[in-house]
């Protein structure tokens, strides 16, 4: 049974530019979540989604952007790259339905903004 | 405003000694309480969780944890640390939605 997968796994932008990165939930998981990891810090909330539908944001700025599909695989979208953006982006899987919030996390992708 | 404090960041330990890391969370109620390890180009892996009922949870690879609801802390232990359990620990709390706020990471360091 695969974990949650992310692609691409280390990529390497220059300033203005936008990325897109992707997340496939764990089987039988319906809720996607996105973090950020800043080198040295813990991991910052991003958004999630549910049903196709951003459900929570945390304090990000509109350059960050996502999408969920049909099949629970979701879209993490940052546009006009900055230096700060550069991190580790978590994607998680939950099933709502089961009430409480247990997260499985991938394994990451590497941004890096030159 | 919700945080998370993980004191100490960085912490050494003999191989075979016992483990303690602290973790002390400020929140409105109480909420539900993770510790999650990450291995060095890894992701986060859950190691055990806080709901509710028995305050002293066990979680994977011996490790357990204490809820103390007066002291707002949910420390992680472990009686016999191996070589493999170097990696960061990350506090984490949530309250009924998976919005985790994690504290910063204690590394930890274990010596044969």
């Known amino acids: 049974d695969a974990g949650v997968t992310q692609s691409p796994t280390h990529l390497i932008k220059t300033r203005g530019q936008q990325v897109t990165l992707r997340c496939s939930p764990k089987?039988?998981?319906?809720?996607v979540s996105w973090y950020q990891q800043a080198l040295g810090q813990g991991p910052q909330f991003i958004f999630q989604y549910y049903e196709e539908e951003e459900r929570q944001r945390g304090n990000f700025p509109d350059r960050f952007s996502g999408h969920q599909f049909p099949n629970y695989s979701s879209e993490l979208n940052v546009n006009a790259l900055l230096l700060g953006d550069s991190a580790l982006y978590l994607c998680a899987s939950s099933r709502t339905a089961s009430g409480a919030n247990v997260l499985t996390f991938g394994a990451g992708s590497r941004l890096t903004v030159l | 405003a919700q945080s998370v404090t993980q004191p100490d960041i960085h912490i050494t330990v003999s191989e075979g000694a016992s483990l303690e890391l602290r973790c002390n969370y400020s929140y409105g109620a109480t909420p539900y309480l993770f510790w999650y390890v990450q291995s060095p180009g890894q992701g986060l892996q859950l190691l055990l969780k806080y709901f509710s009922g028995d305050t002293l949870v066990q979680g994977i690879k011996g490790f357990e944890a204490e809820f103390k609801r007066s002291q707002s802390s949910f420390n992680l232990r472990k009686p016999s640390v191996h070589w493999s359990d170097a990696a960061e620990y990350f506090c984490?709390?949530?309250?009924?939605?998976?919005?985790?706020?994690f504290g910063t990471g204690t590394r930890l360091q274990v010596f044969p």
């Open positions: 089987s039988g998981h319906d809720t």
């Open positions: 984490a709390v949530g309250y009924n939605t998976d919005k985790l706020i």
